[in-house]
């Protein structure tokens, strides 16, 4: 397998424009996780999906940051307006199964993100 | 929501030597996780253990469920195991909680 895909690896943008960071889970994973990482923060749960639906969107800054996952193999999180402080290295995650044996969790390679 | 404390923040080994790295819990988990994050960024999976022990080459790792705390050892250290070692344990409330983390350096 490949793994878990997201894209961009870098994203430099300016204040005030649109990101979209995208990412594929693993084939068969049912659950998938957005996290951020900072040096301040450590990493962070933004929000998590099982099938395809959004079960805990908490951990999500707050209303410019959103997430969709239309199909089992593609989900998205866009923040719009982006601000200086929202430069971080953003992680897709997926697994199978948390409530069952047997279930890592498996991470992309991150998106680093940076907004002058 | 549940603490994860590890410990030591951070590490400096000579190559060739041992460590273990400890991470406790402050309530009950049904999953307990131990990751690498090489200098690179990349989080690499190492262990799914939320109880007994597993070994995968130079590394094993133990999980006392009861008492709350898990142990990764690493043996005969080799620079390239040089990064973070993450601790994450998933709850009740279906979410995984994340230690600071152990920075380790491994010296030629």
């Known amino acids: 397998d490949a793994g878990v895909i997201q894209s961009p690896r870098h994203e430099v943008t300016e204040m005030g424009q649109e990101v979209t960071l995208r990412c594929k889970p693993i084939?068969?994973?049912?659950?998938l996780f957005w996290y951020r990482q900072t040096m301040m923060r450590g990493l962070e749960l933004l929000i998590y999906f099982n099938n395809n639906v959004p079960i805990d969107d908490s951990g999500m800054p707050e209303d410019r940051f959103s997430a969709k996952m239309p199909n089992a193999s593609f989900s998205t999180l866009k923040i719009q307006p982006s601000e200086p402080r929202d430069s971080a290295v953003y992680f897709c995650?997926?697994?199978?199964?948390?409530?069952?044996?047997?279930?890592?969790?498996?991470f992309g390679n991150g998106t680093r993100l940076t907004v002058t | 929501g549940i603490q994860v404390e590890q410990s030591p923040p951070d590490l400096i080994l000579q190559e060739g030597a041992n460590s273990t790295l400890r991470c406790n819990f402050s309530d009950s988990v049904n999953n307990l996780q131990w990751f690498h994050q090489n200098p690179w960024g990349q989080l690499i999976n190492l262990f799914y253990i939320p109880s007994g022990t597993k070994q995968n080459g130079r590394l094993s790792a133990t999980t006392v469920a009861t008492e709350r705390y898990s142990l990764l050892y690493i043996s005969s250290s080799q620079t390239t195991d040089s990064g973070v070692y993450f601790c994450?344990?998933?709850?009740?409330?279906?979410?995984?909680?994340f230690g600071t983390g152990t920075s380790l350096t491994v010296i030629p």
């Open positions: 995650a997926s697994s199978s199964g948390q409530h069952t044996a047997g279930s890592p969790l498996h």
């Open positions: 084939s068969g994973h049912d659950y």
């Open positions: 994450a344990v998933w709850d009740t409330g279906n979410q995984f909680y």
